[in-house]
């Protein structure tokens, strides 16, 4: 079936939220909302497109979810509680069905976060996603990238490399991302590349824990180098200290996992620097949370992000990722 712009906008609309907080939502020329006392707005934007952030036959109900959780992602690496969003949407054709399949895995996520849409924009032209989501954090309470300090332990959540592992399968025609998959691993992957979980509940918890986070959204070496050059430090980090899941290394081999655990993208785990005396406190936090986070290195003077035990430097010392 297909609708007019009104009548998808008035599709997504029914499907969102209420929040006290939202003075106005859809419908007028822009939403009113009105923050908390105390709190500052996180903003952040992302924008997926069809065949560039994820592949094109994609299920759409998985295409809503992913798009929401990249920002969300961003919050959390921010310490933000996210509270709304607005949605843009470029659109081939104006397919009543598909839309409601995307409202489906778009809305599982915002209701598990508590996010409202309340707003957006919607076009015809090439599948594109654009999401500006926006958080509320205590004043002067966010996590920041620049915080790092040395001594500090570097953290990461999770089991990084599974999303890029997923999709080099599926770039060798071996994992068929549309629907769930027979194979185990393969389908633990799978679910990484197209069903990533944001990690708010451990950003909201890092505040008063970590000096320094980001989210993993561009490949750990990378993103661990923002860290870096964003605070004025080094990063060195142990290869053979990040956590590669069974599932990655059955799957792609020992050589390749680790590649894609410090080199993919689209992790959307939170890597951090935390102080040495907070080790109890992180693992405590783990426990809590039911999410491993690993001890991966250490923040030291300098500049740059070394890898120690990193082949896929082209040797087998450390590497300079950045300078
Ligand atoms: P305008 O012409 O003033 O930009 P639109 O006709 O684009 O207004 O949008 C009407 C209302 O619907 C606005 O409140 C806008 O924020 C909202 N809206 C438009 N597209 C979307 C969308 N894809 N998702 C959520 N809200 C939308
Ligand atoms: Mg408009």
């Known amino acids: 079936m297909s609708l007019d712009e009104f009548a998808l906008i008035e599709r997504i609309a029914r499907r969102t939220r209420a929040r006290a907080d939202i003075v106005l939502g859809i419908g007028d020329d822009a939403a009113l909302l009105q923050p908390a006392p105390g709190q500052q707005l996180a903003v952040t934007a992302d924008t997926l497109n069809a065949g560039v952030h994820f592949p094109a036959e994609s299920a759409p109900a998985d295409i809503g979810w992913k798009a929401l959780a990249a920002n969300l992602s961003d919050l959390a690496a921010m310490g933000a509680v996210p509270a709304w969003c607005t949605l843009s949407l470029s659109l081939p054709h104006a397919e009543g069905d598909w839309l409601d399949a995307f409202a489906d895995g778009l809305f599982a996520l915002a209701d598990a976060s508590g996010i409202a849409v309340v707003g957006g924009d919607t076009t015809r032209g090439p599948l594109s996603i654009s999401i500006t989501a926006i958080g509320q954090v205590p004043a002067a309470q966010a996590l920041r990238r620049d915080g790092a300090r040395v001594g500090d332990d570097i953290w990461v959540s999770g089991h990084p490399g599974e999303a890029a592992g997923a999709l080099r399968l599926w770039q060798q025609g071996r ?93 959307y785990e939170l890597c951090f620097t935390a102080a040495p005396e907070r080790r109890q ?43």
């Open 175 to 267: 994992l068929d991302v549309r629907g769930v998959v027979a194979d185990a691993a393969h389908e633990r992957l799978r679910q990484r590349l197209q069903r990533p979980m944001p990690r708010v509940s451990l950003g909201l918890a890092l505040r008063t824990c970590a000096h320094a986070a980001a989210d993993v959204s561009d490949g750990l070496l990378a993103d661990l180098g923002h860290i870096a050059s964003r605070s004025g430090v080094a990063a060195v980090l142990q290869a053979d200290a990040v956590p590669l899941s069974a599932a990655l290394r059955t799957a792609l081999g020992d050589a390749a996992a680790l590649d894609c655990a410090l080199r993919g993208g689209d992790d």
């Open 281 to 323: 406190a992180v693992q405590a936090l783990a426990a809590d949370l039911a999410l491993p986070l690993a001890r991966i290195g250490v923040i030291a003077e300098g500049r740059g992000v070394h890898c120690e035990g990193d082949a896929g430097a082209g040797r087998s010392g450390y590497r300079h990722f950045a300078e």
